[in-house]
């Protein structure tokens, strides 16, 4: 009884994610801590997984760079349109349709994941995990210290102060942002945590 609901809660989600997704009309947004730290990317033909990459704007951004890309998300019509995004940007990956709390990524199997506007504590340790040695996590999401209204409004899904780097103390930060509403609101990256960290090799 209790699997059951639990089955029907999840499909509820994903049926939620499913008409989000159907509504939008491009690939997303390109996260800011990818964006701003392309050039900390390892060489061509590693490999790089955008773990929950909804439309999946990192992924193909990813796959320009010329990494070997998997895109995970377990809403059909985003996969939908990360394959047909990949297409039209004439750029190759693997779009794949996966519960990543059912299914995270096995060890050391990935050099670099990207993970953007998703917090499930619970995938912390498959992520690092995941790593290869000396790989890169990119990690964003809303914070709870923040000068809009964006994002959820349940804390639970926003991360606390510092939260970021302790969730992932056992990798190097290598570039770590946390505004808050320090200074002047209307300038710099609010909102958001990120990190760039890396596995110690
Ligand atoms: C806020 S969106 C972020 C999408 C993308 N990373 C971005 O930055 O635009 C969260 C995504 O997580 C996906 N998602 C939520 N729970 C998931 C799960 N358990 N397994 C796989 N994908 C999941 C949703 O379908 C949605 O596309």
Redesign the pocket.
């Known amino acids: 009884m209790a699997a059951n609901g639990a089955l029907d809660a999840r499909r509820e989600?994903?049926d939620k994610?499913d008409r989000r997704?159907r509504q939008a009309s491009d690939s997303?947004?390109i996260?800011e801590v990818l964006e701003q730290n392309l050039h900390l990317l390892p060489e061509t033909g590693s490999d790089a997984l955008?773990l929950?990459?909804?439309?999946g704007?990192?992924a193909i951004l990813l796959a320009q760079q010329g990494m070997r890309v998997r895109a995970?998300?377990?809403?059909p019509e985003?996969i939908a349109v990360v394959e047909r995004a990949a297409r039209e940007a004439g750029v190759e990956l693997i779009a794949e349709c996966?519960?990543?709390?059912?299914q995270p990524p096995r060890p050391a199997t990935f050099d670099i994941i990207v993970?953007?506007?998703?917090l499930?504590r619970c995938l912390v340790s498959p992520i690092v995990q995941a790593l290869r040695p000396g790989g890169l996590l990119f990690y964003q999401t809303f914070a709870r210290d923040a000068v809009s209204a964006m994002g959820p409004s349940n804390p639970e899904y926003r991360l606390g102060a510092g939260e970021l780097l302790e969730l992932f103390r056992s990798l190097r930060p290598r570039v770590y942002r946390d505004e808050g509403r320090l200074g002047d609101p209307r300038r710099g990256c609010r909102d958001i945590a990120m990190l760039v960290a890396e596995k110690p090799a």
């Not at 993970?115 to 998703?118: P, R, Y």
């Open positions: 989600l994903i994610w997704h997303g947004r996260a955008d929950a990459c909804g439309r704007a990192n995970w998300d377990f809403s985003a996966r519960d990543v709390i059912d993970v953007s506007f998703f499930e």
